[in-house]
Nanobody, 124 residues
Framework: QVQLVESGGGLVQAGESLRLSCAAS???????MGWFRQAPGKEREFVSS????????YYEDSVRGRFAISRDNAKNTAYLQLNSLKPEDTAVYYC??????????????????WGQGTQVTVSS
């Protein structure tokens, strides 16, 4: 059983940065990790994923070049660095962990465990 707890969200102005963290507990943290987000009135969407060894990242087109995903398996923690934030990045951000897949995954159904979400609000 894996439990995920996100932190690091907040209210920032456009162009500023945030760093989200996702701490995992309860089991070995070795599968793919992902970040998703859900804006008000919209469906949850994929943002980024990283392979189990942390060497292969993958990004949704709208965040590529602005966001950076990483992980520290020794600390059982994944990170999402959000740079050059835009108002359209406003959403609840969720981290997810896969125990079935080691490589990057962009589908929600490939992840078995989810955090509770952390709010990111970007003002213009």
């Amino acid at each position: 059983q894996v439990q995920l707890v996100e932190s690091g969200g907040g209210l920032v102005q456009a162009g500023e940065s945030l760093r989200l963290s996702c701490a995992a507990s309860g089991d070995t943290f070795s599968g793919a990790m992902g970040w998703f987000r859900q804006a008000p009135g919209k469906e949850r969407e994929f943002v980024s994923s990283i392979s189990g060894n942390g060497r292969i990242p993958y990004y949704e087109d709208s965040v590529r070049g602005r966001f950076a995903i990483s992980r520290d398996n020794a600390k059982n923690t994944a990170y999402l660095q959000l740079n050059s934030l835009k108002p359209e990045d406003t959403a609840v951000y969720y981290c997810a962990a896969s125990v079935s897949y080691y490589g990057v995954r962009y589908r929600e159904e490939d992840y078995e465990y989810w955090g509770q979400g952390t709010q990111v609000t970007v003002s213009s």
